[in-house]
């Protein structure tokens, strides 16, 4: 494998490179911060360093010591967006193969971009403060000094002090009172021996509890949600896991739980080791969102035991998860579900091509990021663009010999980073003994997959689930010239599932709905007293595409209580065509709300 190249980052890893991680540090909730210690083992990997350069972006840096003694060091000056690269002199110029220890003492400051930081008014109960972090992509240098590249993997000893309860990407090896500092602190310590990257070390602290909802899985939430909670996940989640290990090989994290976030969280999931964060809106009461954990649940094997090299290759991760997410939907609800869920994906990623630029580099499987920042190229185009390579590559080899290099390929890249080159070898020198896939393979225009920008040919989806939602969707077409009189039995026996193809099929017409045709939507299927966030943005869409005046406030609500990018951005960017007054003063009025991650991309959206 050649040495990975990572645009976005300022460390020396291909000079030294990170072998061991202890994070020791404390959270102070009135100040904001975290501070403490970072200890880096770095192993040498040529003769004559003079220097090690870390990554960090908004960090107090205290002083620095290398096998306990202190030395010199500076920060350079910011470079966006990747921060201040911190230079460590190598007073004893160390050869290839040595080990030295890098302590860091810091504290992060309040533009740190990883964590977000809640007052009791802004939990479920009011009672106490809250925080958790978000690291991915490139935020884990607000948080502590790191080799801030997916390239580089290390495992973790963490030891985290704070007045409230504390998960953290890790096993739990106990609790006990912290004698020397704040009365009623206690340490929570976690080992991670699996080697992860950076962007994987998650940390949340509140007043959180735990529920058993599998024989290796917990739900951690507050106190009020946690029966909900428990409720919705328990029973699928195993499944989950054994039908993925089926799939791949056995799970290797020994526990899998899941820590329902509080509403800002601004993914649908974060699949930080052992324990998954997620946001809220996945518990609707109905089960109709739990596979969000099943994609989260995928991560454990591509993109945590097996991680894009950088994060142009970005597709490598969240392409295979995608991949195997819809298996497990298969497995469990049957064949028609692949496709169902496939169809529903390429929506998102025609109206993410379209929102881009059908040409834009950032429809491209590998992109460019020299310079630029990994977030602003987020969105659905490497997840569902990824996984219609791979699902394109299935169907060429043929499923049966596919389904046996999918072991091959998570075996080999066990523990380890790649590109999208490293990928390809792999695969073409797996089936380079069988005649026929690799004749098929020789058929593959690797530059129009790698670099081609825009949407691929649609592959011929099974449509059996969603001819029933498109068949109901051309009677709201033309309802104001037909005798079609709309009821609450159109949709009785239909699934969430559905109800979004619905919704979506009408948000794709040329011509919007009129308000009226809206408010008569509103009426007869009672969209608005969903709790599911999938089913309510999606009408929500319905009406700011209608003009539909008298949704302008329940746009504006929702938009107060979730921090989901994938509902908010959206719905801003609607709703700032409808009324840019409102938009504007209901960003303003939950800016403290969202993440900072969510905040900076609504910002840029609204043009702010």
């Not at 495992?155 to 009623?184: D, E, H, M, N, Y």
């Not at 990257?197 to 959180?208: H, M, R």
């Not at 909802?213 to 951690?220: H, K, Q, T």
């Not at 046996?404 to 792999?426: E, G, M, V």
């Given at each position: ?91 004893n110029k160390p050869k290839a193969g040595d080990s030295i220890d890098v302590m860091i003492s810091y504290s992060t400051t309040e533009k740190c971009t990883a964590l977000q930081w809640m007052t009791p008014d802004q939990t479920s109960n009011k009672k106490h403060p ?283 890249f066990h523990q380890k980073s790649l590109t999208s080159f490293d990928f390809k070898d792999t695969l073409l020198e797996y089936f380079s003994s069988d005649a026929e896939a690799a004749a098929a393979l020789k058929t593959v225009d690797w530059e129009e997959k790698f ?64 308000p009226a045709v809206v408010e008569k939507m509103k009426d007869a299927y009672k969209f608005l007293d969903s709790e599911n966030a999938e089913i309510l943005s999606r009408f929500l869409t319905v009406a700011l595409k209608a003009k539909d005046e008298k949704l302008y ?56």
């Amino acid at each position: 494998m050649a040495p990975i190249t990572d645009p976005n980052t300022l460390a020396n890893h291909h000079s030294v490179v990170t072998e061991y991680t202890t994070i020791d540090v404390a959270l102070d909730f009135k100040a904001s911060s975290v501070s403490g210690d970072a200890t880096l083992k770095l192993k040498v990997l040529k003769d004559g360093v003079g220097e090690v350069v870390l990554d960090t972006s908004y960090l107090d840096i205290k002083c620095v010591a290398i096998d306990g003694k202190e030395t010199t060091w500076k920060l350079d000056d910011r470079k966006e967006p990747y921060g201040s690269a911190l230079r460590i002199t190598l007073t004893n110029k160390p050869k290839a193969g040595d080990s030295i220890d890098v302590m860091i003492s810091y504290s992060t400051t309040e533009k740190c971009t990883a964590l977000q930081w809640m007052t009791p008014d802004q939990t479920s109960n009011k009672k106490h403060p809250y925080m958790f972090s978000q690291c991915q992509a490139i935020h884990a240098r607000s948080l502590y000094p790191c080799q801030d590249t997916p390239a580089v993997k290390s495992p973790f000893t963490i030891s985290i002090r704070s007045p409230l309860p504390v998960v953290a990407s890790g096993l739990s090896t106990g609790s006990k009172k912290f004698q020397a500092g704040t009365p009623g602190t206690l340490v929570y310590t976690f080992q991670q021996d699996i080697p992860i990257p950076s962007y994987l070390f998650a940390v949340a602290s509140g007043d959180i509890a735990s529920a058993s909802i599998g024989p290796r899985s917990m739900v951690y939430a507050g106190p009020e949600e946690l029966l909900k909670c428990k409720t919705e996940l328990e029973g699928d989640t195993e499944k989950f896991i054994q039908i993925a290990e089926k799939l791949v090989y056995p799970y290797p994290w020994t526990t899998y739980s899941v820590l329902i976030l509080p509403p800002s969280f601004p993914y649908g999931g974060m699949e930080n080791p052992n324990i998954t964060f997620a946001t809220p809106t996945i518990i609707s009461g109905d089960k109709s969102n739990v596979d969000v954990i099943a994609h989260e649940l995928a991560h454990s094997w591509s993109g945590n035991l097996v991680s894009n090299g950088s994060w142009e290759h970005f597709w490598l991760n969240e392409g295979w998860t995608v991949y195997i997410e819809r298996r497990i939907q298969a497995a469990l609800h049957g064949p028609q579900y692949f496709d169902f869920s496939s169809i529903i994906g390429w929506k998102a990623f025609r109206e993410s091509v379209e929102l881009f630029g059908a040409d834009h580099e950032f429809t491209k499987l590998i992109v460019d990021l020299k310079d630029k920042d990994p977030d602003d190229a987020f969105s659905s185009i490497p997840y569902e663009k990824g996984f219609n390579f791979l699902y394109y590559l299935d169907r060429l080899v043929g499923r049966e010999k596919w389904d046996k290099f999918i072991p091959h390929y998570f075996k080999k890249f066990h523990q380890k980073s790649l590109t999208s080159f490293d990928f390809k070898d792999t695969l073409l020198e797996y089936f380079s003994s069988d005649a026929e896939a690799a004749a098929a393979l020789k058929t593959v225009d690797w530059e129009e997959k790698f670099y081609g920008p825009g949407l691929p040919p649609k592959p011929d989806f099974d449509t059996t689930l969603v001819d029933v939602c498109y068949l109901l969707a051309d009677c709201w077409k033309s309802i104001e010239t037909t005798q079609f009189e709309p009821k609450p039995s159109d949709i009785a026996d239909w699934g969430s599932g559905q109800l979004v193809v619905f919704l979506e099929a009408i948000t794709d017409f040329e011509k919007p709905l009129t308000p009226a045709v809206v408010e008569k939507m509103k009426d007869a299927y009672k969209f608005l007293d969903s709790e599911n966030a999938e089913i309510l943005s999606r009408f929500l869409t319905v009406a700011l595409k209608a003009k539909d005046e008298k949704l302008y406030a329940r746009t504006a609500e929702a938009l107060g209580q979730w921090g989901r990018m994938k509902f908010v951005r959206p719905l801003f960017r609607l709703l700032n065509d409808c009324d840019r007054e409102l938009a504007v003063a209901t960003f303003k009025k939950n800016d403290n709300f969202y993440h900072p991650i969510c905040r900076e991309a609504v910002r840029k959206d609204l043009k702010l």
